[in-house]
């Protein structure tokens, strides 16, 4: 994590500082600077009037939100490179981690799931453990090319068959090490399979319809990661196949719109 990230982090953490000087500690870093204005003047999440400082936006977000945007902001740092292993060129992981983030905002919206911003970051960070087992694809490549043509797995049940670990339990690993909220280890631990979720089994579900959601197009791999619904999320989500296939329409043109006004 970069040391501004971890600064606003120890600060936000810690009772005695006061709102001003957590303010003072985002100004010092421009992408977390732009990333708390972003979200503070978010129509998606409820804000109306424009907010133009940073101590207006800490005092508008309060220190839970501002905790989940810092977070959100360091791990993308670490996305922004590239994935030999699993063939995801610069900005690929990125890409496809920034669309998951929005599109499982758009659906904590649309099914008024609560916390919606702990589900942006939940979309944001559910693939983290690739960097973890990156390293480990990367020497075993041909290998595992070869089961994911023959074997119908997903690619987490192929990781699993080979390293005894898949990308999301790496990811829960890595979630805990930065001392994440247990929701959000939780979320990202089970994205593949919500129905494991230990704590929080909506925000696992969400994320996966989100994962699922996310164009392909977002990922130039021929590693795409089996990116589909599994049976549980709809248990959870209280959906039929047929409203699932509403959803991911609106959920599409939502998209569109998003990326014609952005
Ligand atoms: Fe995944
Ligand atoms: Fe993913």
Same mark, same amino acid.
């Given at each position: 994590?970069?040391?501004?990230?971890?600064?606003?982090?120890?600060?936000?953490?810690?009772?005695?500082?006061?709102?001003?000087?957590?303010?003072?500690?985002?100004?010092?870093?421009? /992408?977390?600077?732009?990333?708390?204005?972003?979200?503070?003047?978010?129509?998606?999440?409820?804000?109306?009037?424009?907010?133009? &400082?940073?101590?207006?936006?800490? /005092?508008?977000?309060?220190?839970?939100?501002?905790?989940? *945007?810092?977070?959100?902001?360091?791990?993308?740092?670490?996305?922004?490179? &590239?994935?030999?292993?699993? &063939?995801?060129?610069?900005?690929?992981?990125?890409?496809?981690?920034?669309?998951?983030?929005?599109?499982?905002?758009?659906?904590?919206?649309?099914?008024?799931?609560?916390?919606?911003?702990? %589900?942006? /970051?939940?979309?944001?960070?559910?693939? *983290?453990?690739?960097?973890?087992?990156?390293?480990?694809?990367?020497?075993?490549?041909?290998?595992?090319?070869?089961?994911?043509?023959?074997?119908?797995?997903?690619?987490?049940?192929?990781?699993?068959?080979?390293?005894? *670990? $898949?990308? !999301?339990?790496?990811?829960?690993?890595?979630?805990? $090490?930065?001392?994440?909220?247990?929701?959000?280890?939780?979320? *990202?631990?089970? $994205?593949?399979?919500?129905?494991?979720?230990?704590?929080?089994?909506?925000? &696992?579900? %969400?994320?996966?319809? !989100?994962?699922?959601?996310?164009?392909?197009?977002?990922?130039?791999?021929?590693?795409?990661?089996?990116?589909? /619904?599994?049976?549980?999320?709809?248990?959870?989500?209280?959906?039929?196949?047929?409203?699932?296939?509403?959803?991911?329409?609106?959920?599409? !043109?939502?998209?569109?719109?998003? !990326?014609?006004?952005?």
């Amino acid at each position: 994590m970069p040391n501004s990230v971890t600064r606003v982090l120890r600060a936000v953490e810690d009772p005695e500082t006061s709102i001003g000087n957590i303010a003072n500690f985002i100004s010092m870093d421009q /992408v977390l600077t732009a990333e708390v204005l972003k979200v503070a003047n978010s129509a998606l999440l409820g804000y109306g009037r424009t907010c133009g &400082s940073i101590n207006e936006a800490a /005092v508008r977000l309060g220190m839970k939100r501002i905790k989940l *945007i810092t977070l959100g902001v360091g791990a993308a740092d670490s996305m922004s490179g &590239s994935l030999r292993g699993y &063939s995801l060129g610069g900005g690929d992981m990125m890409r496809h981690a920034v669309s998951t983030g929005t599109i499982a905002l758009w659906l904590a919206q649309a099914l008024i799931v609560p916390n919606p911003d702990e %589900v942006y /970051v939940a979309g944001l960070l559910h693939d *983290i453990g690739k960097l973890l087992l990156d390293q480990y694809l990367l020497k075993d490549r041909e290998h595992l090319m070869k089961l994911l043509q023959t074997s119908k797995q997903p690619l987490w049940e192929i990781e699993e068959r080979l390293f005894s *670990i $898949h990308h !999301a339990e790496a990811g829960g690993l890595i979630a805990k $090490h930065w001392r994440f909220p247990l929701s959000l280890v939780d979320a *990202i631990e089970s $994205h593949h399979r919500p129905d494991q979720a230990k704590k929080d089994h909506t925000i &696992s579900a %969400v994320v996966n319809l !989100a994962n699922a959601f996310s164009p392909n197009d977002s990922v130039r791999s021929d590693f795409l990661e089996g990116r589909f /619904v599994h049976e549980s999320s709809l248990e959870i989500l209280n959906l039929n196949p047929e409203m699932l296939e509403n959803l991911k329409k609106e959920c599409n !043109a939502a998209m569109k719109i998003g !990326a014609a006004v952005a």
